[in-house]
């Protein structure tokens, strides 16, 4: 019996790309307990609320939800627990840099197993305001009638 091989996703956050307009993606470690690691297998998780930030030269992934594992004893986690991200050295002061900015912040897109490794999707984003959403809802609409009408128009 080997190892797992490919992608398998645990957890999605749509929210962050409705609420966020997407400028750069990270695949980040995470530093987990084993309980934690039991309850994403079982495909337990929630991005919803999470967000990251950058302390001391570390990055540390805050908010998420994972929750706890049922057969877990005395040794369970704290579901809402910060945990730490495995970035390198060079991305983690780029991150930092440009959240100083105004506007920008990290949040959590997806989070995943790679080849048995537990594995976070983080993006550095631009907060979008109410009209950018419904500029975005707009468009997708538009392309969606729009292809619709090709596919009526060949079908005739």
Not at 25 to 42: D, I, M, N, P, Q
Not at 114 to 120: C, I, P, Y
Request: charged share 35%; with cysteine.
């Amino acid at each position: 019996m080997g190892k797992d091989t490919g992608r398998k996703l645990v957890a999605n956050n749509k929210k962050a790309r409705h609420d966020f307009t997407i400028e750069d993606v990270f695949e980040a470690g995470l530093v987990l307990s084993g309980t934690e690691v039991k309850a994403l297998r079982a495909g337990r998780a929630s991005l919803v609320d999470g967000w990251c930030t950058i302390e001391r030269g570390e990055a540390w992934l805050e908010g998420v939800h994972i929750p706890e594992y049922t057969q877990g004893t005395w040794t369970n986690h704290a579901p809402r627990r910060k945990r730490k991200l495995l970035l390198h050295r060079t991305e983690i002061d780029r991150l930092e840099s440009k959240t100083k900015e105004k506007g920008q912040t990290i949040v959590p897109l997806s989070l995943y197993f790679l080849d048995g490794r537990a594995k976070v999707e983080i993006a550095l984003a631009r907060g979008k305001r109410e009209y950018d959403k419904r500029q975005t809802l707009r468009e997708r609409q538009d392309n969606l009638e729009a292809v619709r009408a090709m596919r009526a128009k060949r079908d005739r």
